[in-house]
């Protein structure tokens, strides 16, 4: 029983549960949902169950590739023994099943069509038949999806209008999240490619996906500026992350693991970013 509930908050990467259940909860409380059963039921989903569903999906149908990947058995993700495969599974459907029910419940229409694309994005990226991992291109649209919906439903539960503002801070976002996919795919080139997996990276080639990364993410911060004072200082945040991966401009295929020392920056950069985050956004509450 240890081994199992070791290999499944493993494979869950709780080192990013944080990168799902924040997204939601600020959204909500921004929007002015308040502390409530939504609130309380959304965060917790967002925080573990979504993530065993996310990351053990992908351990189960990226086992073949994942043994050939040297970066594979820390915070980057494990090796998910086939031992616990159909564990994974079922673990990953009984433990997100009550939540999606009473979200549902208690949410209305459009709040639950949020919910059901982001639960078809989560399981879409990695299922057979399906992988749209393997699909430049929409593996970092549907990336981003995991990241960014999260929001999206917390702003519906809250019923929150979609001003102008909110559209321009939840398009950042979602530029963002293709670019980090991107950069994130770049490390995996060869790995993919001895295990014929198509990405953005393998498409595009290490050095094309590193610039369209950057690229991105300097749209993502200009795309806040239209969030007005001083939600748009949230822009400046992106030039960090351009900055950590201005260094693999020019990567070589050959050299793409050496992206991985940018990956991991990009990992506790998050909880730098995220933390700058709240400040403005209690900044902003005091000011309204």
């Not at 494979?11 to 409380?29: G, I, K, Q």
């Not at 979200?103 to 982001?118: C, E, F, K, N, Y």
């Not at 593996?139 to 999806?145: A, I, K, N």
């Amino acid at each position: 029983m240890g081994a199992a509930v070791r290999e499944l908050v493993g494979s869950s990467r709780p080192v990013s549960w944080v990168n799902t259940a924040y997204p939601f909860a600020a959204a909500y409380l921004l929007a002015g949902g308040g502390l409530s059963t939504a609130l309380v039921l959304g965060t917790l989903w967002f925080l573990i169950p979504y993530n065993l569903l996310m990351y053990g999906v992908n351990d189960v149908f990226d086992y073949e590739s994942d043994l050939r990947n040297p970066r594979k058995g820390g915070i980057e993700g494990v090796v998910l023994s086939r031992r616990w495969h159909r564990l994974t599974l079922w673990a990953a459907v009984l433990t997100n099943l009550p939540f999606v029910v009473l979200l549902a419940t208690i949410g209305d229409l459009t709040s639950t069509l949020v919910l059901a694309v982001s639960i078809f994005a989560v399981i879409a990226y990695s299922a057979p038949f399906l992988r749209f991992k393997e699909r430049p291109v929409l593996d970092s649209v549907t990336s981003s999806t995991h990241f960014v919906s999260p929001a999206v439903l917390g702003l519906t539960l809250a019923d929150a209008p979609f001003t102008a503002p909110v559209i321009a801070a939840l398009a950042a976002f979602f530029v963002w999240g293709m670019a980090s996919q991107a950069f994130g795919a770049v490390q995996d080139i060869q790995a993919d490619r001895a295990a014929s997996i198509a990405s953005i990276a393998t498409w595009l080639g290490a050095a094309r996906t590193v610039r369209a990364a950057f690229a991105a993410y300097l749209l993502a911060g200009l795309l806040l500026l239209p969030t007005g004072w001083p939600a748009a200082l949230a822009g400046l945040l992106a030039l960090p992350y351009a900055a950590s991966i201005a260094p693999y401009l020019s990567l070589t295929d050959a050299q793409c693991q050496g992206a991985n020392a940018g990956w991991r920056r990009f990992i506790w950069l998050n909880l730098l970013t995220g933390f700058l985050i709240t400040q403005l956004f209690i900044w902003m509450s005091l000011a309204s």
